[in-house]
């Protein structure tokens, strides 16, 4: 009983200050390069799941093969974790703010027809090597960071230069453009 509640009374002492140290980090508005280039890559892999429309690590996933055409562009509906817009949404706003995730509906013909999502038939992905990128912050304001990308390509042929807005949404940190990580 003794050894029970010394480990109850070390963890209250220690709870607090983890929890304080990580409440500050959350809400201090400081981000390190290492935090953007894993939000940029979350975006990347946000981006191309929700236009593949199947999220690869999802358990229990049902896809329709089924191909049909609306208003001249050929659409794939998206798999069960996506199939709803309440579903899409929810997954797509753990790192693109609200506004990004509407825009980015608007520019790639995300739609819900016959009640389920579908997004247009297309590639996927680029040959760009997103986890060796260079990070430099080129704007600082109060709840908003933009960062130039100096991204890699894959054969080593180019360096492409990406800029990614972060802006704090309910106190979190978010990617301000759907497409910025492609």
Partial sequence: MKKFLLCLLAALLILPVGTTIAAKKQTSGELTNQEVLTMALEAREHFWNAMSGHNP???????????????????????SEFSTKAKLTDYLTQIFTKDAIAKGFEKYNIISYKGKMAVPVGDGSNLLGWEKSKIKLV????????????????DGSVTAKRKITFVKEHNKWKVDQFDAAI
């Fill in 139 to 154: 704007s600082k304001k109060a709840n908003v960071r933009t960062y130039e990308f100096a991204v890699p390509a894959l």
């Fill in 57 to 79: 690590e999802a358990q229990n996933s049902t896809c329709e093969t089924k191909i049909f055409e609306y208003r001249g562009i050929p659409y794939t509906y998206m798999c």
